[in-house]
């Protein structure tokens, strides 16, 4: 739903998880540690919800 959400209207939606899975579904992912932004990477290889893995 949420993806189906961004691409009608272009919103930008944030999405704070543990799951990898759920993260290789992003444009982009940001990663933290203690509070601190340690990496921030364009994700070219975006899965769709349906191949999500739980």
Not at 19 to 37: D, E, F, P, W, Y
Request: contains cysteine; aromatic residues 6%.
């Amino acid at each position: 739903m949420l993806d189906k959400i961004n691409k009608m209207y272009g919103t930008t939606i944030f999405i704070v998880t543990h799951n990898t899975s759920i993260a290789s579904m992003c444009h982009r992912i940001i990663r933290l540690r203690s509070g601190q932004v340690t990496e921030v990477k364009i994700n070219k290889e975006r899965i769709s919800p349906k191949e999500v893995e739980w």
